[in-house]
C-alpha cells in the first residue's frame, strides 16, 4: 500500500503558506520508519479486501437478471431507528420527556401495522419467488413438449 | 418584484433547508417580498413555511421563483411549475448518482435517477440555473443548461453561536486525538473509506485515537449494518456512529475534535467542510466533485485513497503544531468567501441581471 506514495501528487495543499512537497515528504518518512505497516496492496493484513467482502455479503445484489429484482432484506418496512425530530424551544426535561412519550404513542401504534406489513411482504415475496420458478419450469416443460412433437 | 423560493421537504437542520433560510433572511434584507413555499410542512418549522396551494395568490409574472432541488419533484410539482407564469431559478443543490444507492435504498435511487431526468424538463421551465458551485453548474450545461451561474450556499456564523451540549463534551473531550466526520450516513460519503484510515491510525499509531461519525442514519440502514460489521470485524471499539444529534450537540463534538476527514467521493458543495473550518479543525478532503472548490486554496486534498497514508497525515497534523496552524489561518481566510456579506453582493447581482433580461 505504501508504493502509492510514489506517485507525489497523492497529495495537495494550495494554501501558499504550506510546503505540501515537504508535507509529503514527511509522510513518507514517517510511513517508511513504521516496519509493521503492511507495505502492499492485497497483502494478508490489507483491511480493504474484508470491505470488499463484506459489501458483496450485506450490500451487492444479484444481478444476473434471474430472480425478482427484491430481497429478504426489502421487506421490512418498519423504520426500526425512527425518533421524532421536534426542536420546540421548551426547557430540557419537559422537552425530553414529551418527545419520549409522542416517540412511544407512535411506535405503539404504527409498529404493530407495519410488523404485520413486513411479515406478508415476506410471505409475499417468498410466493412471487415460487411462482417465478414453476414459470420457468412449465416453460422449460412446453419447450421440451413441443420439440418432442416436432 | 418579488422572491419566493419553493423547496419540497424543508427539514430541521439540511443544508438545503438551511440555504432557502438563509436566502429568505437575505432577500428580506434586500427589501425584497419573501416566502418559502413547501409540499411537506415540519411540525413548526422556524422559517414558517406555507403549503403550495396558497402560492396561487402570488403568483405574477413579475414574480422571481427559486426552485431548490436536491433529488426530485412529484409529478404535482412538475404540472404545477408548469402552469405558474413567474420567472423560476433552479437552485441546483445536485443530486446523489443512483448508483451509490443501489442495494441499499432502492426508492431512493429510483428518486436520483427521476431526479436527473426531470433536469431536462426543468431546463424549458426555467429562465436560469444557479448552481451551489462551478462542480453543479458543469453538470447542468453538460445537460444543455444555458444562463448558468453559481450562487454559494451561505455560511451563518451566527447560526452556530450556540452553548455545546456538555454531555457531548464530557465524554469525549479528553486529550485523546479524535477525527471527526459529519454527514448523513450515505454510500457516497463513503464511510468505510474512513473507517478504514482510522484503523490504520488506531492500529500503528496512535492508540488512543477516536472516530466521530455525525449524522442521520435514516434510510440507509443495509449500508449502516454494513459499516457497524466492518467496525466489529476490525476490532474497533473507538468508533462511535453518533447519529442525528442536535445544534447543541453538534457544537460540542467540532469542539471535540482533532482533525475534520472526509473522503466522500460526491458532494454538490460539502456544508460540514465549512463548519470544521470555521471551527478551527485542520481539514483533510478526498478530491471529489464540488469538495476542491469548496476549500479553495485551503485545507488538505487527497488525490489517492491511501489508508496508511492519510492515518499518517492525520497523525502528523495531530502532532505538528506549526502546520496545523497554518493550515487553520488559511482555512478561516476561505470561510470568509461564504459570509453572509459575501453571497448577499452576489445574489444582489444575480437578481439585477434577471431584472434586466
Known amino acids: 500500500m505504501t508504493d502509492l506514495l510514489e506517485n507525489d501528487d497523492w497529495l495537495e495543499i494550495r494554501d501558499p503558506d504550506v510546503d505540501a512537497a515537504e508535507v509529503a515528504e514527511r509522510v513518507r518518512e514517517r510511513m517508511a520508519a513504521r516496519e509493521d505497516l503492511p507495505q502492499a496492496e492485497g497483502s494478508e493484513k490489507d483491511p480493504r479486501a474484508l470491505v470488499d467482502d463484506l459489501r458483496r455479503q450485506m450490500i ?35 422537552h ?36 417465478l420458478q414453476e414459470n420457468k419450469r412449465l416453460v422449460q416443460e412446453i419447450d421440451e413438449l413441443r420439440g418432442d412433437r416436432r | 418584484m418579488n422572491v419566493y423560493q419553493f423547496h419540497p421537504q424543508v427539514a430541521y437542520g439540511d443544508a438545503a433547508s438551511n440555504q432557502v433560510l438563509s436566502l429568505q433572511h437575505l432577500l428580506k434584507d434586500m427589501g425584497y417580498r419573501s416566502e418559502v413555499f413547501c409540499e411537506q410542512q415540519p411540525f413548526l418549522f422556524e422559517g414558517k ?44 443543490h445536485n443530486i446523489t448518482p443512483h448508483t451509490y444507492l443501489a442495494g441499499i435504498n432502492e426508492p431512493l435511487a429510483e428518486a436520483a435517477r427521476r431526479g436527473r ?9 426555467c429562465d436560469a440555473g444557479w448552481g451551489v458551485s462551478a462542480f453543479n453548474c458543469r453538470e447542468l450545461a453538460q445537460r444543455g443548461w444555458t444562463n448558468l451561474a453559481v450562487l454559494p450556499i451561505v455560511f ?88 442525528h444529534v442536535s445544534n447543541a450537540e453538534l457544537m460540542a463534538y467540532y469542539r471535540c475534535a482533532s482533525v475534520y476527514l472526509s473522503l466522500s467521493e460526491h458532494e454538490g458543495f460539502g456544508v460540514p ?52 496552524s497554518l493550515i487553520v489561518a488559511g482555512q478561516r481566510n476561505r470561510v470568509r468567501d461564504f459570509l453572509p456579506e459575501s453571497v448577499a453582493a452576489r445574489l444582489r447581482a444575480l437578481l439585477g441581471d434577471l431584472e434586466t433580461e
Not at chain 2, 431526468?117 to 421551465?125: M, T
Not at chain 2, 457516497?188 to 491510525?201: A, G, H, R
Not at chain 2, 471551527?279 to 488525490?303: C, D, M, Q, R, W
Request: with cysteine; aromatic share 8%.
Open chain 1, 60 to 94: 451487492d445484489r444479484d444481478t444476473n437478471g434471474d430472480g425478482l429484482p427484491i430481497d429478504e432484506r426489502d421487506c421490512d418496512v418498519v423504520p426500526r431507528n425512527y425518533v421524532i425530530d421536534w426542536r420546540v424551544p421548551i426547557l430540557g426535561p419537559v
Open chain 2, 273 to 324: 467542510l465549512l463548519e470544521s473550518m470555521h471551527f478551527g479543525l485542520p481539514t483533510i478532503a478526498y478530491k471529489a466533485a464540488a469538495i476542491p472548490e469548496t476549500l479553495g486554496n485551503s485545507g488538505v486534498l487527497v488525490n489517492e485513497k491511501n489508508y496508511p497514508a492519510i492515518a499518517e497525515l492525520i497523525n502528523l497534523l495531530i502532532e505538528d503544531d506549526a502546520l496545523r
Open chain 2, 117 to 125: 431526468s426531470q433536469l431536462a424538463r426543468l431546463k424549458d421551465i
Open chain 2, 156 to 243: 451563518d456564523p451566527q447560526r452556530y453561536a450556540v452553548r455545546p451540549d456538555r454531555t457531548v463534551l464530557n465524554r469525549y473531550r479528553d486529550g485523546s486525538p479524535t477525527i471527526l466526520f459529519v454527514g448523513r450516513v450515505a454510500p457516497n460519503k463513503c464511510l468505510e473509506d474512513l473507517i478504514l484510515s482510522f484503523f490504520y491510525l488506531k492500529r500503528f499509531m496512535r492508540p488512543d485515537a477516536r472516530l466521530l461519525l455525525v449524522g442521520a442514519q435514516g434510510g440507509m440502514e443495509r449500508y449502516s449494518a454494513f459499516l457497524q460489521k466492518l467496525v466489529h470485524t476490525l476490532s474497533l471499539p473507538d468508533v462511535v456512529f453518533a447519529g
Open chain 2, 49 to 92: 413555511t406555507r403549503p403550495i396551494p396558497q402560492y396561487e395568490r402570488h403568483s405574477s409574472p413579475e414574480n422571481v421563483l427559486l426552485l431548490h432541488f436536491t433529488m426530485d419533484y412529484s409529478s404535482a410539482v412538475m404540472s404545477w411549475l408548469e402552469k405558474i407564469p413567474d420567472r423560476k431559478v433552479l437552485i441546483y
Open chain 1, 96 to 131: 425530553a420527556l414529551v418527545r419520549r412519550l409522542i416517540n412511544a404513542e407512535i411506535r405503539r401504534y404504527l409498529m404493530p401495522a407495519l410488523e404485520k406489513q413486513s411479515y406478508l411482504n415476506r410471505q409475499m415475496l417468498r410466493l412471487l419467488d415460487d411462482l
